[in-house]
């Protein structure tokens, strides 16, 4: 089948334009030109933009694919192996000619053969792709044999999910599908896998244009403690990657790389020789020829840290990471190191209180989500230095941090909204209103910005939903024209803006003698962003999401609704949504006085470049955001994305799988980086 790129509707693949919107399934816009290219093209012939889909090819001999790994290239009846099986296939790396290989397979500088190959398929899903749903099920049959496959081995069909009964999973390849959830995004997605004449292949996500970590490293712009941070970053990877013996993969310079967001990558596992484990001190060894390669003047703490690694004065992780905390220190001596704050529980009626607004926007949810960690800081980005514990499971554990100023350097949005399929007019609102002045300065270009971002979903009789989201959104503007100045409004007066925009509606609904479901009314979700800084309240089920390459997708507000109340007074889950009211809201604006409303407002800072989302439940409902994240949200961080092409497939994805309600999203991508000029004050 053909996945159509603009719908994701599945076709026919005889097929050369998509059944449900008709988008062509053979050829591409260019986005330098905007001329119609074929899909299975290089480059533009017109502007010589690139058009392609890329990925990166890696061929070992499936006898020594785990442990005949060395810092030497294969021997030569290897590479003569794997050199014949390609050219059967002419300059294509499969026989059934979909990659083509865009120059010769070469050996690696520790071990295989790789080249960089188009994908002349690339609206065709892999058998990997198709078994999205059932990776973790793969995963952990083969976490549940051996931590560490022996060489040879692959999944039998009796093994595996029906879907794949046919097909053999090579023992290499469950290494990266096991590692990618905690190594995303320093590993590189597995595309596609087979086995073949016992040789295994796999294409990887092509990381070949990003800058070698040692390249970066030679920059002055690189300030020292990001280069702490990478050092830092290679430990949490290290850490990782011991226990499937993969730690060779970081001491190989050419396999380092860093991505648009200063992150470090790998360009490709590659695993240790057996009965030869990696030590700590050979980690020492590759940052001392970093900066002997970049011939930067080392800090004298950092010096003494590679010689205690190399002489084996320091022998584990923990103690590694207190040396880090200490260097920290040393670069910034005024930073405060303390616990981080927890964001308040949201607004819950009294125990005693088991009134609930009896309007409803329409729509069923499978599962509640809880609220992501809105840690509140002083400054930006943060690098922890204490718990490889991910944020969800830490206990409120005091973790030390170094703070590095950000600035914004760029800052798009886009919004769309759409009646759905089965109502016949739209009672959401939305609105967006930015000012941005760009400065230059010897150290780059900064973006200033004031962003007010709203969206509603209205409810009510007679037409009153429509005319309640626009009433809350036309008085939240008015507001904040006059009340937002210099910096951030306070939590105060945000809340203050939203109390006067309930008594507006909630005025409206006492002078027309509105009653029960009559009472018009509207959810909120609001995002005023001022440079770095942000706020972010809501009243209702309208949501804010946060996706990040580090953090992945997390929904940031806790939804008003019955459902949601009954579990944080202790109620399971299962039981609170078991109940025929669970999806009633239990705050709104417009129904009743201030004394019912009580919006939940959080601060936070944007220490990375991130994907903002606000939508209403038409675009939430059934999980679909948590479903389809990875084809329609994480491509929009990337500085390439089209973001109002992006909205328009969100839009068309809820319409396709729900449909049932009104659906807007607005998106709000915000880049950043360190702010030197504040650091060298």
């Known amino acids: ?63 020594s694919a785990l442990s005949s790994q060395t810092t030497e290239p294969p021997s030569q009846p290897a590479e003569t192996q794997l050199t014949d099986t390609a050219a059967t296939t002419a300059s294509y790396l499969d026989p059934q000619q979909r990659y083509k290989l865009l120059s010769p397979l070469s050996p690696s500088s520790v071990s295989g053969l790789e080249a960089r190959v188009l994908d002349c398929q690339p609206y065709q899903p892999t058998l990997l792709e198709l078994l999205q749903e059932k990776l973790p099920e793969l995963v952990k049959e083969s976490e549940s044999k051996e931590r560490f496959a022996q060489p040879g081995d692959v999944m039998s069909s009796t093994e595996e999910p029906s879907l794949i009964k046919d097909r053999t999973v090579p023992a290499v390849a469950r290494i990266y599908l096991a590692l990618q959830p905690q190594l995303h995004p320093a590993l590189p997605r597995l595309h596609d896998t087979w086995e073949q004449d016992g040789q295994v292949t796999l294409l990887l996500e092509d990381r070949s244009d990003l800058m070698l970590l040692s390249d970066a490293w030679r920059s002055d712009d690189v300030l020292p403690l990001q280069i702490l941070h990478w050092l830092y970053q290679m430990t949490e990877v290290w850490q990782l990657l011991e226990p499937h013996h993969c730690c060779q993969s970081l001491l190989d310079i050419n396999n380092l790389r860093i991505d648009e967001d200063q992150l470090l990558c790998l360009q490709r596992l590659h695993f240790d020789t057996p009965g030869h484990p990696l030590q700590l001190k050979d980690l020492g060894r590759l940052w001392q020829m970093l900066f002997q390669m970049s011939q930067r003047t080392q800090l004298g703490s950092l010096v003494r840290l590679c010689h205690d690694l190399e002489s084996g004065g320091v022998t584990d992780i923990e103690m590694l990471q207190s040396q880090f905390e200490a260097i920290a220190n040393e670069l910034q001596p005024d930073v405060v190191h303390s616990p981080v704050p927890q964001p308040p529980p949201p607004f819950t009626f009294p125990d005693d209180d088991d009134r609930t607004i009896e309007l409803t926007t329409s729509g069923v949810r499978a599962t509640a989500y809880p609220a992501a960690d809105m840690s509140v800081s002083t400054s930006s980005t943060r690098f922890e230095l204490g718990s490889l514990e991910d944020d969800s499971t830490s ?91 210099d910096q951030l409004p306070s939590e105060a007066s945000i809340r203050e803006a939203i109390q006067l925009t309930n008594k507006t509606i909630y005025d409206l609904n006492q002078q027309n003698d509105r009653s029960g479901s009559g009472r018009m009314g509207t959810t909120l979700v609001l995002l005023l962003l001022h440079d770095t800084h942000a706020a972010i309240a809501h009243v209702g089920d309208s949501r804010l999401y946060r996706f990040s390459r580090r953090r992945g997708l997390e929904q940031i507000t806790v939804d008003h609704e019955v459902g949601q109340r009954e579990i944080q ?41 991130l994907l903002l989302l606000l939508c209403s439940d038409g675009l939430t409902d059934n999980d679909l955001l948590e479903t389809h994240w990875r084809t329609h949200i994480e491509p929009l961080v990337s500085s390439q994305a089209n973001l109002e092409q992006g909205v328009s497939q969100l839009i068309d994805l809820a319409n396709q799988y729900n449909g049932h309600d009104n659906i807007t999203a607005v998106a709000i991508k915000a880049k950043v980086r360190p702010n030197l000029d504040q650091l060298k004050r």
């Open 395 to 485: 206990e409120g554990d005091d973790i030390p941090t170094v703070v590095l100023p950000m600035k914004l350097i760029n800052l798009e949005d886009a919004g769309r909204t759409d009646v759905g399929k089965q109502r016949d007019h739209n009672e959401d609102c939305f609105s967006i209103h930015v000012e941005l002045k760009k400065v230059e300065s010897p150290s780059g270009r900064t973006v200033q910005a004031k962003g007010l971002y709203i969206l509603c979903d209205g409810m009510g009789g007679h037409a009153g939903g429509e005319v309640a989201s626009a009433m809350a959104v036309e008085s939240l503007k008015k507001y904040f024209e006059v009340n937002w100045q």
């Open 1 to 63: 089948m053909l996945v159509c790129p603009q719908c994701q509707f599945e076709n026919p693949n005889d097929h050369k334009f998509c059944q449900k919107c008709g988008v062509s399934l053979t050829e591409v816009i260019c986005p330098g030109c905007d001329a119609t290219v074929p899909s299975d093209t290089e480059q533009c012939p017109h502007c010589d933009t690139t058009t392609g889909t890329f990925w990166w090819a890696v061929q070992l001999p499936n006898s």
């Open 569 to 609: 007074r202790g109620v399971e889950p299962a039981i609170a949504y078991a109940r025929p009211d669970a999806y009633q809201l239990t705050q709104a604006l417009g129904p009743r006085d201030e004394h019912f409303v009580n919006p939940d407002v959080q601060f936070m800072e944007l220490n990375e470049d």
